[in-house]
């Protein structure tokens, strides 16, 4: 087994998160995001089922309009990277494991249904939003957009409330 090195240090972590933002921002001209990748793999599913149904549909067509593949989008690739650079950090460190993490009381099968319930709320509210906490809380808190430090004050508020709201249920 290899020896566990220890964890960075949550300022150092913020502040090379800051450089990379800034790295992004010059090299390729936007930010950070993450949610938009599900869509294009979505998109990218749908266009192969049903390619006249995905074109006509206002959410998913442009996507694909002139035989563009989505998946060939940025934001496909940055989430793969950063896939597998959190895979190979985790092996690097020591820190790789499989396990279900979640509340002590729950079992196995519960904790998979809040992880799938929280993603699935995530997601639609990334959608909803048009952002998630990377491309939405991050980069456009790093631009000073309204959007962006609004999103960020309601995802904490939301994360707090719902602690509260759940912390005797779980103990």
Same mark, same amino acid.
């Given at each position: 087994?290899?020896? =566990? ?7 150092? &972590?913020?502040? +090379? %998160? ?15 995001? #993450?949610?938009? *990748?599900?869509? *294009?793999? *979505? ?5 192969? +089922? &049903?390619? #006249? &149904?995905? =074109? ?9 309009? /002139? ?22 950090? &985790? ?8 396990? %279900? ?11 998979? #249904? ?6 699935? %709320? !995530? /997601? ?9 906490? !990377? ?11 309204? *959007? ?10 939301? /994360?707090?409330?719902? /602690? ?8």
């Amino acid at each position: 087994m290899m020896k =566990q090195r220890p964890i960075w240090n949550s300022h150092a &972590a913020g502040a +090379v %998160l800051g450089l990379v933002l800034l790295l992004t921002f010059v090299l390729t001209g936007h930010g950070l995001g #993450a949610s938009g *990748a599900p869509t *294009a793999i *979505a998109a990218a599913a749908a266009n192969v +089922v &049903a390619p #006249a &149904a995905t =074109q006509a549909n206002d959410y998913l067509g442009w996507m694909v309009e /002139g035989g563009r593949n989505p998946l060939n989008s940025w934001i496909t690739w940055e989430v793969i990277g950063v896939a597998l650079g959190a895979l190979a950090a &985790a092996w690097w460190s020591g820190h790789l494991r499989v396990r %279900l993490e979640g509340p002590p009381r729950a079992n196995n099968s519960g904790r998979l #249904a809040l992880a799938l319930a929280g993603g699935i %709320l !995530s /997601g639609f509210g990334a959608r909803v939003s048009a952002g998630c906490t !990377s491309g939405l809380g991050l980069s456009g808190s790093a631009t000073l957009a309204t *959007a962006g430090f609004v999103f960020l004050i309601g995802f904490f508020g939301a /994360g707090v409330l719902t /602690g509260l709201l759940t912390r005797r249920m779980w103990k």
